[in-house]
C-alpha cells in the first residue's frame, strides 16, 4: 500500500511538473528536461488509476490525480496534433516539388553499422513510392548502400554526404539525394550537434537544404544549437544566398524555446503545420517530435504525410511544396 501511495504521489509530481513545462518550456536548464515529460500516456495512466481507486489515487487529494491526468492528456494531445494546412495555392505558375526527411537508423541497423540488406532494401522502397525529388536522411548506411538506393531512384540521382571520423563518440552520417545535380557547400560542428549545407540546380533554381543533427543527452543545451542554426540562416539570407529547407534529426522536439528563433528567421515548420499526430521517434509508438523540416517563405507547404517503417526507429516525413510565383 506504501508503495501504490508513492506511486501515486511521483505520478503526481512528474504531471506536474510536465504541465509546467508547456509555460516555461526549457528556458530554464535546471528544469528544461520537463518538457519531455509524455504527458498522453501518463495522463492516461494516472485517469486510469484513480478510477481503479474510486477518486481516492491521492487519498488526502481525492479527485487530484484523476484532475491532472486529465489535464495533462488533453494538453498533451493538443500540443502533439498539427494545427491543419490551409488549401494548396492553385495560382498558374507555381512550381512544385516533393521532400523527404528520414532518420534511417543506418539502413536498419546501430551504433553505426549498417543492417541487413533486406532491411535497407526495405527502406529504399518505403522512399521511391513516395516519388520525391530531394531525400534527407540521417544516419543513413555506407556509400555502397546509398549507391543502391541511388539506382533505385533512378539514373540521374546524385548525392552529398557528411558523416563522423573515425572512433568519434558522436556518430552521425548526413545525406542529400537529389533527382537534380547536387553540391556540397559547408559541413560545420554546431553546440551538440552538426549541420551539412547543399544545394540542388532544380530547373525553377538553386534549393539550398541545411541538414541538422543533434546529440540525444536530454541534458544537452537545445537552445544553443537552434539559435546556432537560425543565425547560420540569418547570414545565408544576408549572403545573397538563402536557406530553402531546414531539415534533420534535431533531437529537440517542437516546443523547445530555441526553434522560436528559426521561426522568426523566415521558416515555417512543416510538422506543426500538417494535421495529424506529431511525433515521430520512437516510430512504433511515436512520443517525441523530434525529426523536423522548416521550410523558408519561397515555399508554400501543400501537403504533409508521414509513414513508418519498423526496422528504423524514426518515423518519416513527406512535405509536398509549390514555389511561389513570382510575381
Not at 123 to 151: G, K, M, N, T, Y
Not at 194 to 208: F, H, I, N, S
Amino acid at each position: 500500500m506504501l508503495l501504490l501511495r508513492a506511486g501515486a504521489a511521483a505520478l503526481f509530481v512528474t504531471l506536474l511538473g510536465g504541465l509546467l513545462s508547456l509555460i516555461i518550456r526549457d528556458r530554464l536548464p535546471v528544469v528544461g528536461w520537463l518538457i519531455y515529460v509524455p504527458l498522453v500516456p501518463l495522463g492516461a495512466v494516472a485517469l486510469l488509476w484513480e478510477l481503479v481507486a474510486r477518486g481516492r489515487g491521492l487519498p488526502k487529494l481525492r479527485f487530484a490525480l484523476g484532475l491532472a491526468g486529465a489535464l495533462a492528456l488533453g494538453c498533451g494531445i493538443v500540443t502533439s496534433v498539427g494545427t491543419g494546412l490551409p488549401p494548396a495555392d492553385d495560382t498558374p505558375g507555381v512550381t512544385p516539388m516533393t521532400v523527404l526527411q528520414w532518420n534511417v537508423r543506418w539502413g536498419g541497423g546501430g551504433s553505426g553499422a549498417d543492417g541487413k540488406g533486406e532491411r535497407w532494401d526495405s527502406i529504399c522502397r518505403d522512399i521511391a513510392r513516395h516519388a520525391p525529388d530531394i531525400v534527407i536522411l540521417s544516419e543513413c548506411p555506407s556509400e555502397e548502400r546509398v549507391a543502391h538506393l541511388e539506382q533505385t531512384l533512378g539514373s540521374t540521382w546524385t548525392s552529398v554526404r557528411s558523416e563522423h571520423p573515425r572512433r568519434s563518440r558522436y556518430l552521425y552520417r548526413l545525406l542529400v539525394v537529389s533527382r537534380w545535380p547536387v553540391t556540397l557547400e559547408r559541413e560545420d560542428a554546431i553546440p551538440s550537434g552538426r549541420v551539412m549545407q547543399a544545394v540542388v540546380a532544380a530547373p525553377g533554381g538553386d534549393v539550398r537544404v541545411l541538414v541538422v543533427d543533434g546529440e540525444s543527452p536530454f541534458w544537452h543545451d537545445r537552445t544553443a544549437r537552434l539559435g546556432t542554426v537560425a543565425q547560420i540562416c540569418r547570414d545565408a539570407a544576408l549572403s545573397g544566398k538563402p536557406i530553402d529547407l531546414i531539415a534533420g534529426d534535431f533531437n529537440a522536439i517542437r516546443r523547445s524555446v530555441g526553434f522560436d528563433a528559426i521561426g522568426e528567421a523566415g521558416f515555417v515548420s512543416a510538422g506543426a503545420s500538417g494535421a495529424g499526430w506529431r511525433a515521430t521517434w520512437p516510430s512504433i509508438c511515436p512520443l517525441y517530435d523530434i525529426d523536423h523540416v522548416w521550410v523558408n517563405e519561397r515555399w508554400d507547404i501543400v501537403s504533409l504525410e508521414r509513414f513508418t517503417n519498423v526496422v528504423t526507429d524514426h518515423r518519416g516525413h513527406v512535405v509536398h511544396l509549390n514555389e511561389k510565383a513570382k510575381r
